[in-house]
């Protein structure tokens, strides 16, 4: 059987490799709009976690199986249809992620200065659509909507030591800009309360051990919750008591920092807070500051829903980074899509209604959890398509040309494959760039660049 993967990160990775290991005899071909590979991995993963990054050397097993083969800057439903696809291959997984960002949908989230987390991140981890961001790094407050891992990211990439950040991966232009930035201080705003909060304990401990920052937690906002967070799951229970006693402790250390010196930058959470409105300059030219709604919570645990109480505030600040969630996108028109969801309809992993087609990652589920919440995921997909492989669900019998036809049809619409080996020379020439500066690479985030050192 020949099956056809769409999209290179975590999840079009992990269900090559689950079914190249399961499966004797397939053929796996992974196609990818970018010449690089590793999707999120290299680009949402923070430039300060080097660890996380270590599946790379997993998947690059997976890609150099004789039975699997890589094709990079290949877009599909552009270059490419799905249903072409679907003539060329037995089965084909769509594992594109999500490729867009969740809007506030409120007035003024198009000013200057207001910037999504997707793109902000993509700009200092050199995501190739985000190289000219440039935002503006001019104030002193910055206000991060949103109380996830990649909230606490950008808190920390914008108040971290720049002597941390110079041994790192970031970019070149973003380390840049972070030393002229003039942010000292970087407010984490959620709609709900402490109990809600989506980052997990590692980031948090992170985040508060920061070297010369310094956390601001109002101990009235854990007034009560003893009581509440004792029957909640242990995870939840020990990131409200780390809350709690951060809350507790910096209210001490900063009476005593008030004598002496303070902290030069200091980061800090509030809560039931709603954004409505960004507040724009005198001028107009940019944003000052978030109007925000009051709320109150209903019902409790995860499930707790924020309703506003009709009292606002206004949040001053000059930056402001909306962190609600990443969305999938329609690929083609051949393909169901729930646009109300952001995902294409299925169950484990089985398209509705397309026979042979499978989805895996965010476009399957949404844009939740960490890598191995996707590796799950998509061994789950694997093993669908696997068992519609056993049960003559899917039909083999038909020959199949795979890469050859899709060649053809690349070869006619002016469209260069980019293989792994190809991807090796990009990685060999960012490593040695990155030795120069004394990092552990230093990223190539113009794909005409990219295609140039591999003579394309």
Sequence with gaps: PRVCVVGSGPAGFYTAQHILKHHGGALVDIYEKLPVPFGLVR???????????NVINTFTQTAHSERCAYYGNVTVGRDVT????????????????????????????????????????GWYNGLPENRDLKPDLSCETALILGHGNVALDIARILLSPLQLLRKTDITD???????????????????????????????????????????????????????AVKDAPRPRKRLTELMMKTALEKRVEMQAAAAGAAAPREWGLKFQRSPREVLPSADGRRARGVLMALTRLEGSGDSAKAIPTGEVEELECGLVLSSIGYRSLPLDPAVPFDSQRGVIPNSSGRVEGVPGLYCSGWVKRGPTGVII??????????????????GGVLDVSPFREGFGLVESILRSRGVRP???????????????????????????????????????
């Design 373 to 390: 919440t996707t590796m799950n995921d998509s061994f789950d997909t694997a093993q669908s398509l696997l068992e519609d492989l056993q």
């Design 82 to 121: 799905v249903p072409e696809l679907q003539q060329a291959y037995h089965a084909v997984v769509l594992s594109y992620g999500a490729e867009d960002n969740r809007v506030l949908g409120i007035p003024g989230e198009n000013l200057p200065g207001v910037y999504s987390a997707r793109a902000f991140v």
């Design 43 to 53: 680009f949402g993963v923070a430039p300060d976690h080097p660890e996380v990054k």
């Design 173 to 227: 232009s973003s380390l840049a800009a972070l030393a002229c930035s003039k942010v000292k201080r970087v407010w984490l705003v959620g709609r709900r309360g402490p109990l809600q909060v989506a980052f997990t304990i590692k980031e948090l401990r992170e985040m508060i051990n920061l070297p010369g920052a310094r956390a601001v937690l109002d101990p009235a906002d854990f007034t009560g919750l003893e009581s």
């Design 418 to 456: 980019v293989s792994f080996s190809d991807w090796q020379k990009i990685d060999a020439a960012e490593v040695a760039r990155g030795k120069a500066a004394g990092k552990p690479r230093e990223k190539i985030v113009d794909p005409a660049e990219m295609l140039q050192i591999i003579g394309h």
